[in-house]
């Protein structure tokens, strides 16, 4: 099972980026797929989750109402809309996919993705 996260980059405060997970030799569409983030010295944070239909999603206070996750299960991939970035938004960001449910607590999760690095810059 490999989960690739991509999309990452250097953005201004106020721009927008579009992260991916692409899934492989996994039965996707069973599985909830969740965003967190890691800065440096930090704790790995939750962002954001979906369900494994897209039905439904969980998110961070910090993220609402400027992320938004969706999914193609057809193309075994999720996406992190993130719009209105601000410079405590740095970090790297890790996706990661948990069977059936959604969840914020990063121990839950069975698969990771090697993680993306987003800069926002003042």
């Known amino acids: 099972v490999q989960l690739q996260a991509s999309g990452g980059g250097l953005v201004q405060a106020g721009g927008s980026l579009r992260l991916s997970c692409a899934a492989t030799r996994l039965s996707f569409n069973n599985y909830a797929v969740g965003w967190f983030r890691q800065a440096p010295g930090k704790e790995r944070e939750f962002v954001v989750a979906i369900s494994p239909s897209g039905g439904s999603t969980q998110l961070a206070e910090s993220a609402k109402g400027r992320f938004t996750i969706s999914r193609d299960n057809a193309k075994n991939t999720v996406y992190l809309q993130m719009n209105s970035l601000k410079p405590e938004d740095t970090a790297v960001y890790f996706c990661?996919?948990?069977?059936?449910?959604?969840?914020?607590?990063?121990?839950?999760?069975?698969?990771w993705g090697q993680g993306t690095q987003v800069t926002v810059s003042s």
């Open positions: 990661a996919a948990n069977w059936a449910r959604t969840s914020t607590n990063a121990v839950v999760y069975d698969y």
